[in-house]
Structures are given as structure tokens and as C-alpha cells.
């Protein structure tokens, strides 16, 4: 076990360390780091208990998680990405270095949050889990720092910026933002190295995974990988209750769909995008003031859960019998581009299931990951019974730890 010697010196000094930038607009250079605080191992662990808690759902082994190896030092980062027609823009993350008392050569993972909403005020970064629970993320993370893993975790594209919504379930945007983090993490990282040290240095080999939508920008790294960002070595994908087809998360669960189709109205335009088409009169009169006014806890308790209830009974019945192509080609046609994974990466992934996920559904995901398979990528699939969406993290924290050792390994 390393054990980790925290020097108040350093910390000072690490504390008046921003890195200022105006950087040229290339994908992942930064345009600041600042610190923010150092972690111990003992403190990762008190503060896992809430993420890895149980008490809702019947014990099993796989939830028991293990204690920090390392401390972490958290940094917050801006830097250039692509948006989804390729344009520069910025975007913020979270970065958790692990902090170690002996040499340490970190993988590094970008994970992708799951919904939280599309205004502003609804940025996974803000989250306070104490109020208004959205994952327990900055936990998450530390518990990954705490096994000698490098992450980060990015606000998606058009959070933190009053311009644009976010780029909700884009696949270009997500994927672009989940390969620029990577970058942006590794320069910080190196250039941090003789200022706070932290004896961390990134690995050779990258990995990117995410929750729910988080699990759709991931794949979408992995397809976008070789022509975006080549320079890194992706070595797996990891996608908790995952929903990476648009399509099946349509008839899957329909408090979604809304946000969904305002963001895909911003990016395609009314020409391919007609919500009074798709939505029901009293679900599309006001789309732009719903969407933009409740993150995602509002919303839950807004939209119907059942489709049904929010298409119209034209858009509802193609969307059911699988016939949105003969009906619906145009929308079709960006469901199916945004579709993520299974443009043949051949990246190894693991796939997080839960039984009792009623959000991203096992028949859905069963039926994803036989295509994922069948475009020569390597798949480990492990189902978990009694778990709900929520706790797919916190199921496959153990497993997803061991996938990403052993690919560095």
C-alpha cells in the first residue's frame, strides 16, 4: 500500500498556481488549472460511504468497494473543444491526480455524467448531493483517484456558457468533448508535475466511460477516436446503464425525449426537426421554456414516463413498430447518426447492466450489445440482479477498476 505525505508548503504553493490562458483554439489545449484542494486516502473514503451505499437495494458482494491507495489533488480546468459541427468552443472539467509517496504512472479516464438537465444551472459540477442528488460524481471520482487513476470529469458542451443549451445526446459534441478532456488532463498534468508534486505522471493509455448519457458520450469517443484525436491510445470503454441508441431511449423512458429533441431542434433546425410532429400539443406548445427551466429531477416529475403520453399517436405507433424510417425519415436519419458505438472502433468495452433499470432497459441494452459485438469489438457484459439505473455505478465500481488495471497491465 503507498502511503501519501501531505507537505503544507506544497499545498500553498499549489494553491496560488493558475495557469492562465487565452490558448490558441486546438482541441484540448487548455486555457487554465486551477487547484482547488488535496485529498487524503482516509478523507476518499468517508466521503465514498453515500456513493457506495446500499441501504435501498438487497446487499451484494460486488457493491463493496475498496479503500484509497492514494490521496488526490482536484484541479478545474478550461479548455478548447469541438462543437458538433466541428467549431471551437470551450468547456470546464474536473480533474482528480492521484497523490502518491512513490513514482506512479496513472491511466487516465474521462467520465461522462448522466443527465442533469440543459440550462446552466443544471452542470453536473454543481451538483450538492446533500440537496439535489445527481450522482454522487466528485465521490465517484475520488474513489477512482483513489485506486491510482487519473480522472476527469467534463461538464458537457454548452454548460458554463449562456449561448447554447447543452449539446444533449449529440454524438460528435460528446465524443469530441470526452477526447479534448483527455488532453486537456494529460497537459495539465504534465505541466503541473514540477510544481505540485504529486509523483503522478499519465500512462501511455486512455480510457473513457460514462452513466446513462455518459455511457453514449464514451461510445461516441471510442467511433470518433482514430480521425479525432489519434495521438491517444484508447484502451477501453466502460458504460454504466448505459443509452447509447437515442432510438430505444425513445421508447424506453419518456421523460427524456423532450430535451433530446430541443437539443437536436438548436443543432439540425425546424426543417428536420418539427416538435409539433413528434410531441403532443401540451408537450411541444412550451418545449423551450420546459426544457430550459428544470433539471433533471423537475423534469422526471414533469414528463410522462410513459411514451404514450408524450408523442403523438402518428409519431408513437412508427416509433413502436420500429417503421420511424418509412414515416419519420428525416428525424429517423439523426437518430440513427447519433447512435453511438458501432461504427466499428474495435475498442475492448465493458457494459454495466442492471436487472431492475427501467430507464435504460436490459432488453434494449441485450439487443445494443449483440450489435456492438457484431462489429468486432470485444464485449464483457455483466448483468447485475436487483439493481436499478442509479447503482450501476456503484455495482461495477470494482469491475471497472479491475478492466482498466489490466488493460494497462
Known amino acids: 500500500m503507498l502511503s501519501v505525505i501531505l507537505v503544507a508548503v506544497t499545498v500553498t504553493i499549489a494553491a496560488q498556481r493558475v495557469v492562465p490562458g487565452w490558448a490558441e483554439p486546438e482541441p484540448g489545449a487548455l486555457l487554465s488549472v486551477v487547484w482547488q484542494e488535496r485529498v487524503t486516502p482516509q478523507q476518499i473514503d468517508t466521503e465514498s460511504v453515500p456513493f457506495f451505499s446500499t441501504a435501498e437495494i438487497p446487499q451484494i458482494d460486488s457493491f463493496r468497494t475498496l479503500s484509497a491507495r492514494f490521496g488526490a489533488d482536484v484541479y478545474r480546468l478550461v479548455y478548447w473543444t469541438s462543437d458538433a459541427d466541428g467549431s471551437p ?32 444551472d443544471c452542470a453536473p459540477s454543481l451538483e450538492n448531493p446533500r440537496i439535489v442528488r445527481l450522482g454522487w460524481y466528485r465521490s465517484n471520482m475520488l474513489a477512482y483517484a483513489g485506486q491510482g487513476i487519473m480522472a ?27 477526447l479534448d478532456s483527455i488532453r486537456a488532463a494529460r497537459s495539465a498534468a504534465a505541466s503541473l508535475g514540477s510544481v505540485v508534486r504529486t509523483n503522478t505522471v499519465p500512462g501511455p493509455r486512455s480510457f473513457t466511460a460514462g452513466y446513462s448519457q455518459g455511457g453514449h458520450a464514451a461510445l461516441a469517443a471510442a467511433d470518433l477516436w482514430r480521425s479525432y484525436a489519434p495521438e491517444l491510445d484508447l484502451r477501453g470503454v466502460i458504460g454504466f446503464g448505459s443509452t447509447p441508441s437515442v432510438e430505444a ?69 412508427a416509433l413502436m413498430s420500429r417503421r420511424l424510417g418509412e414515416f419519420f425519415p428525416s428525424f429517423k436519419a439523426i437518430l440513427d447518426e447519433n447512435e453511438s458505438g458501432l461504427d466499428g ?31 468486432g469489438v470485444d464485449v464483457e457484459y455483466i448483468e447485475y440482479e436487483f ?8 455495482a461495477g465500481f470494482v469491475d471497472s477498476v479491475n478492466f482498466i488495471w489490466a488493460r494497462m497491465n
Not at 166 to 176: A, D, H, I, L, P
Request: aromatic residues 16%; hydrophobic residues 35%; glycine residues 6%.
Open 345 to 375: 472502433h474495435g475498442v475492448d468495452t465493458l457494459y454495466i447492466q442492471g436487472l431492475e433499470d427501467w430507464i435504460a432497459s436490459t432488453a434494449s441494452n441485450r439487443e445494443y450489445v449483440d450489435r456492438l459485438r457484431a462489429t
Open 249 to 317: 431511449l425513445f421508447r424506453d423512458a419518456g421523460w427524456y425525449p423532450p430535451n433530446i429533441i430541443y437539443s437536436y431542434l438548436q443543432l439540425y433546425g425546424n426543417v428536420r426537426v418539427r416538435p409539433a410532429e413528434i410531441l403532443r400539443a401540451e408537450w411541444a406548445r412550451d418545449l423551450e421554456l420546459d426544457v430550459l427551466s428544470r433539471c433533471v429531477t423537475e423534469f422526471q416529475a414533469y414528463y410522462p414516463a410513459n411514451p404514450a403520453s408524450l408523442f403523438t399517436p402518428r409519431f408513437y405507433d
Open 89 to 120: 468552443v470551450r468547456a470546464s472539467a474536473s480533474l482528480y491526480i492521484p497523490v502518491s509517496s512513490e513514482p506512479h504512472q496513472a491511466p487516465v479516464l474521462a467520465f461522462g455524467s448522466g443527465t442533469t438537465g440543459l440550462g446552466d
Open 387 to 394: 439493481v436499478r439505473h442509479r447503482y450501476t455505478r456503484p
Open 152 to 178: 476527469i470529469f467534463p461538464d458537457y458542451v454548452g454548460f458554463n456558457d449562456p449561448s447554447i443549451p447543452q449539446r444533449y445526446f449529440s454524438k460528435f459534441s460528446e465524443g469530441y468533448l470526452m
